[in-house]
């Protein structure tokens, strides 16, 4: 079945940078466009950041455009969002995700995405 295992989360001082991974298993990974959502304690999960299969077209929320990029390795099965400039407000649990079918591009919304992963924290401090 599907798998998907984040890692990478952590504490962090402002300013300061960290990179997540998401490994991938049980589905043709490379198939699938991948995301990561955030959701902040009392807040609503919220879309960062969508790569599609080949990894050539990428999507940010606002907030973080300048800042992260996500990227792939469709040979490890794995997915990755580095972060930089790393602010208070980015403190959140951190998913990956998947969508039902191959071979398409969702939006950036939760229920556009079927397979989640466990989530990885990440705090950041002033």
């Known amino acids: 079945q599907v798998q998907l295992v984040e890692s990478g989360g952590g504490s962090v001082q402002a300013g300061g940078s960290l990179r997540l991974s998401c490994a991938a298993s049980?589905?043709?990974?490379?198939?699938?466009?991948m995301a990561w959502f955030r959701q902040a304690p009392g807040a609503e999960r919220e879309g960062v950041a969508i790569?599609?299969?080949?990894?050539?077209?990428?999507t940010y929320t606002d907030s973080v455009k300048g800042r992260f990029t996500i990227a792939r390795d469709n040979a490890k099965n794995t997915l990755y969002l580095q972060m930089n400039g790393l602010k208070v407000e980015d403190s959140a649990m951190y998913y990956c995700?998947?969508?039902?079918?191959?071979?398409?591009?969702?939006?950036?919304?939760?229920?556009?995405?079927?397979?989640w992963g466990q989530g990885t924290q990440v705090i950041v401090s002033s």
């Open positions: 995700a998947a969508p039902a079918s191959a071979y398409t591009f969702p939006s950036l919304t939760s229920v556009s995405f079927k397979y």
């Open positions: 049980g589905y043709a990974f490379r198939w699938y466009s």
């Open positions: 790569i599609n299969a080949g990894g050539g077209t990428t």
